[in-house]
Each structure stands twice: as structure tokens, then as C-alpha cells.
């Protein structure tokens, strides 16, 4: 069994930990900082085998020099001149097995333009999507548009409810205030607020997520549904699922 932990980084962020079972070997999702993981390798006997990186921001690729001269592990993430060490580049399509898994890859632009989520098939399935989609919200366009961000928001919309989805930050309180502004009938998403907030009084992480959970109460998926779109009209253009998606993107950056 495939196991994961979260381990906190900086304010914000979550590295994410993989184990088979007891198996001696680990893989890391986007060690921004080196610190944590190598305290958790020494304290735990462990071997760092692989190295997952979802986008090139330094919040997520800041820890793979040190590490890679200390463990020398596999990394792969996408080809982009700004992350370093790198042993494999994969792109849309390709697949990595690690630690007894098949996860296939697949390109999420929007937040960056080399932007890719890794997805571990199984029941259930496990989706490692960096700042593409996160509890109750996306992340914000840097790099890409729109059009894009939606194309991949809705791709990984479409995968199975039970799904679990493993975010690149603890964002769920701020997003869950904008999502009431955005869908504010929304009584799922009321009930998922008293949630929330008892686990983060409890220093609990709200990760992971599932993809049904999120197509519930996260507005960035629910563009097409016309009370949202009534409410993002009062900020903008709302008048099919892109247009609110880039009104509601807009919105959020200033809420």
C-alpha cells in the first residue's frame, strides 16, 4: 500500500511523501525546501529514490540541489531551463513507474506554462497536482490564460470522484471565504466551512481533497452552473463558463 504524508515547508507550502508499505525507499513532490525532507529521511532510515516537481517556482524546486548532492535521486518534472538537477524531463502523456506505481502524467498549464500534475491510477486514485487546483480554489494565472487553466481544471474535473488530491499549499480557509462569496447557496459548501475550520484550529491539514468533494464546493469547477454565474456577474462578465472562470480568476486575486 502506497502511502503519503504531508510535510509542512515554509508558511504555506506541503511536501509531499510517498512510501510502498515498508519499504525503505521514499519519493518527494516538490521539496522546495530541503530541510524538512532531509530530517524526516534521517530520523525515519530512509532512501530517498524520486523526486516529483510539478513547476519550476522556487516554493516547489528550491530543495532539489541539496538533495540531489546528498541522496542523488531520480528527479523528473517537466523541461524548464529554471529547474536544475533534473534526470528525466516528461511531458503530457508519458508515465513514471515509482515505488511499484504507474503514474501518468499529464499537462496543467494555467498557474506556469510548463505546469504538470502526476496521477497514480488505483482506488482510489491519487493526484499530485501542485497549484493547479487546491481545496476549494486554483491557483493564479502567472504565466498562462484562462482558457487554459479552465481546460485543465476541467480535465482533472473529470476523473474519478474518489480521486484524492494532493495540493501544493494549505490555502482552504481563504478559499472557502471567496468560494462563499462566489456560490453563496451553495449549502455543501456551508456544511464543508464548519469542516475546514475545525481542522485547521487542530493544526490538521485539509489535504488530501477528493475530486468529488471539489466538484461540490470549489466555484473553479462549478463555472457552468448558473448561480455562480449570477453571483461572478456582479463582478464581470459571466456569461458562459470561461468568462466566469476569468471573472471569478480575477476577482479572487483581489478578494
Same mark, same amino acid.
Given at each position: 500500500?502506497?502511502?503519503?504524508?504531508?510535510?509542512?515547508?515554509?508558511?504555506?507550502?506541503?511536501?509531499?511523501?510517498?512510501?510502498?508499505?515498508?519499504?525503505?525507499?521514499?519519493?518527494?513532490?516538490?521539496?522546495?525546501?530541503?530541510? #524538512?525532507?532531509? *530530517?524526516?529521511? *534521517?530520523?525515519?532510515?530512509?532512501?530517498?529514490?524520486?523526486?516529483?516537481?510539478?513547476?519550476?517556482?522556487?516554493?516547489?524546486?528550491?530543495?532539489?540541489? =541539496?538533495?540531489?548532492?546528498?541522496?542523488?535521486?531520480?528527479?523528473?518534472?517537466?523541461?524548464?531551463?529554471?529547474?536544475?538537477?533534473?534526470?528525466?524531463?516528461?511531458?503530457?502523456?508519458?508515465?513514471? /513507474?515509482?515505488?511499484?506505481?504507474?503514474?501518468?502524467?499529464?499537462?496543467? #498549464?494555467?498557474?506556469?506554462?510548463?505546469?504538470?500534475?502526476?496521477?497514480?491510477?488505483?482506488?482510489?486514485?491519487?493526484?499530485?497536482?501542485?497549484?493547479?487546483?487546491?481545496?476549494?480554489?486554483?491557483? /493564479?494565472?502567472? &504565466?498562462?490564460?484562462?482558457?487554459?487553466?479552465?481546460?485543465?481544471?476541467?480535465?482533472?474535473?473529470?476523473?474519478?470522484?474518489?480521486?484524492?488530491?494532493?495540493?501544493?499549499? &494549505?490555502?482552504?480557509?481563504?478559499?472557502?471565504?471567496?468560494?462563499?462569496?462566489?456560490? #453563496?447557496?451553495?449549502?455543501?459548501?456551508?456544511?464543508?466551512?464548519?469542516?475546514? &475550520?475545525? &481542522?485547521? *484550529?487542530?493544526?490538521?491539514?485539509?489535504?488530501?481533497?477528493?475530486?468529488?468533494?471539489?466538484?461540490?464546493?470549489?466555484?473553479?469547477?462549478?463555472?457552468?452552473? #448558473?448561480?455562480?454565474?449570477?453571483?461572478?456577474? =456582479?463582478?464581470?462578465?459571466?456569461?458562459?463558463?470561461?468568462?466566469?472562470?476569468? =471573472?471569478?480568476?480575477?476577482?479572487?486575486?483581489?478578494?
Amino acid at each position: 500500500m502506497l502511502t503519503v504524508k504531508p510535510l509542512p515547508a515554509f508558511q504555506d507550502n506541503y511536501i509531499w511523501i510517498l512510501q510502498q508499505d515498508n519499504d525503505a525507499r521514499i519519493a518527494v513532490v516538490d521539496p522546495g525546501d530541503a530541510d #524538512p525532507v532531509i *530530517e524526516y529521511i *534521517e530520523a525515519h532510515g530512509l532512501v530517498l529514490d524520486t523526486i516529483l516537481v510539478t513547476h519550476h517556482h522556487k516554493d516547489h524546486t528550491g530543495g532539489l540541489a =541539496t538533495l540531489a548532492d546528498r541522496y542523488g535521486p531520480n528527479i523528473i518534472g517537466p523541461a524548464d531551463s529554471s529547474i536544475t538537477h533534473l534526470t528525466r524531463t516528461v511531458s503530457d502523456g508519458d508515465t513514471v /513507474r515509482l515505488l511499484g506505481r504507474v503514474f501518468d502524467v499529464m499537462a496543467t #498549464p494555467g498557474h506556469t506554462l510548463d505546469h504538470l500534475s502526476f496521477l497514480a491510477a488505483g482506488t482510489p486514485g491519487l493526484l499530485f497536482c501542485g497549484d493547479t487546483l487546491f481545496c476549494a480554489g486554483c491557483g /493564479r494565472l502567472f &504565466e498562462g490564460s484562462p482558457e487554459q487553466m479552465h481546460k485543465a481544471l476541467q480535465r482533472l474535473a473529470a476523473l474519478d470522484d474518489d480521486t484524492l488530491v494532493f495540493a501544493g499549499h &494549505e490555502y482552504t480557509r481563504a478559499n472557502v471565504a471567496f468560494a462563499r462569496a462566489a456560490d #453563496p447557496d451553495n449549502a455543501a459548501l456551508e456544511a464543508y466551512q464548519a469542516t475546514c &475550520e475545525r &481542522e485547521r *484550529e487542530h493544526g490538521r491539514p485539509t489535504l488530501p481533497s477528493t475530486i468529488g468533494r471539489e466538484k461540490a464546493i470549489n466555484p473553479f469547477l462549478r463555472v457552468h452552473r #448558473p448561480e455562480v454565474q449570477r453571483a461572478v456577474a =456582479t463582478q464581470g462578465t459571466a456569461t458562459d463558463s470561461l468568462t466566469t472562470f476569468a =471573472t471569478m480568476r480575477q476577482w479572487k486575486n483581489n478578494f
